[in-house]
């Protein structure tokens, strides 16, 4: 079996390892904008070791950030400050990707670090929208305009307008943002989702819009790179998205040239009730990658290096996404290299290669 330093290949991609930077926002753009923080920010897991550097969830539309600091790449203007990133990333020896997204009820937010609300129209905040006219809950209480079939026309316009905008930049890996109770996963789910016509009630209609959409991506990003979609794989909660769901979608997602799923779970509504622990959402990308056929990545609270070896050596995910553990330690994977007896299998920067 493959160990967690071993090269992937998917399509024409291949990553020096099996261990990739998680989508983490910053709300540090301006006006969507990548700044020198996020250069900083993601050329440092590229010289860390990393093998794959998704960069945060980018917006299709200015609409569809989370907040007023997110990352976009709904205009020309954004494309050479991310190809600039990419650049040094991929001079690095990592692979630069970019996930696509749209948030839906949860748009128009505050910053975390201010407190997270939904901001008034008159306060910086913008109208929002959704599959349907139910509010997320509390601190984000803004009820969304329910999309019209032009509404989701335009979304998906947008969705393939990024794609290009992406490819222009230099990214080779896609990802769509369907979890986390942002735009997609809001179609998928029953909870948010409780329209009456061909986007919504069953599941056919339920996961229409996501099938839909990475249909419209996959024309024009190119065959030879990966396209790969972040589901919430359980909404952790009675009458919810689910796994079982979850396994057919992927199938279906694998007839529609996706090339690996992200499985992680949650963010759909407030009262969920999700068991925290080490390793708690790797069953997700062990079934779906077993049942469904396509090759997953594994992220929630991976931390220890013994871990992700043993998640990729036993067959349970073909990646491992970091996200916090690599706020802590840029250079997690040259750590965990050492850690593990293989530090034949990294090269640190010749800058830094005293140190390691």
């Not at 945060?56 to 907040?67: C, D, F, K, L, M």
């Not at 205009?75 to 600039?84: G, L, M, Q, S, T």
């Not at 329910?146 to 905008?165: G, H, L, P, Y």
């Amino acid at each position: 079996m493959p160990h967690l330093f071993e090269p992937l290949t998917i399509k024409s991609v291949t990553l020096r390892n099996r261990i990739g930077v998680s989508p983490m926002c910053q709300y540090s753009s301006d006006d969507g904008v990548a700044t020198d923080w996020h250069l900083v920010h993601l050329g440092s897991r590229a010289t860390g070791g990393a093998g794959l550097v998704i960069a945060e969830a980018t917006a299709v539309s200015a609409e569809g950030r989370i907040t007023p600091g997110d990352a976009g790449i709904w205009a020309d203007k954004h494309v050479e400050p991310i190809a600039r990133i990419n650049r040094f990333v991929k001079a690095q020896g990592a692979v630069p990707g970019i996930q696509l997204a749209h948030a839906g009820r949860k748009a128009s937010a505050a910053r975390p670090w201010e407190g997270g609300a939904h901001l008034a129209d008159n306060a910086g905040g913008w109208p929002i929208m959704g599959p349907s006219a139910l509010a997320f809950g509390a601190p984000l209480t803004k009820v969304p305009r329910t999309m019209s079939a032009a509404d989701i026309a335009r979304v998906q316009a947008e969705f393939v307008a990024a794609t290009k905008r992406s490819l222009a930049a230099g990214c080779e890996w896609l990802e769509l943002h369907s979890a986390h109770g942002y735009l997609g996963h809001e179609f998928l789910s029953p909870l948010s989702n409780q329209r009456t016509d061909a986007y919504g009630g069953s599941f056919d209609n339920r996961v229409r819009f996501l099938l839909e959409t990475t249909r419209a991506v996959r024309e024009v990003w190119p065959e030879q790179l990966p396209l790969t979609v972040r589901l919430s794989c359980t909404d952790w909660v009675e009458g919810g998205w689910d796994l079982d769901q979850s396994v057919e979608l992927s199938r279906r997602l694998k007839a529609e040239g996706v090339d690996l799923i992200d499985c992680s779970s949650g963010g759909g509504v407030p009262s969920a009730k999700i068991p925290i622990g080490p390793g708690y959402q790797v069953p997700f990308a062990e079934r779906i990658r077993r049942e469904a056929g396509v090759a997953t990545a594994a992220v929630g609270m991976i931390t220890d290096p013994k871990q992700a070896d043993e998640i990729i050596r036993s067959g349970q995910a073909d990646v491992v996404l970091l996200a916090r553990e690599f706020l802590r330690d840029p250079n997690w994977p040259l750590h965990a290299a050492r850690a593990l007896g293989q530090i034949k299998n990294v090269t640190p920067p010749v800058q830094y290669g005293r140190a390691f």
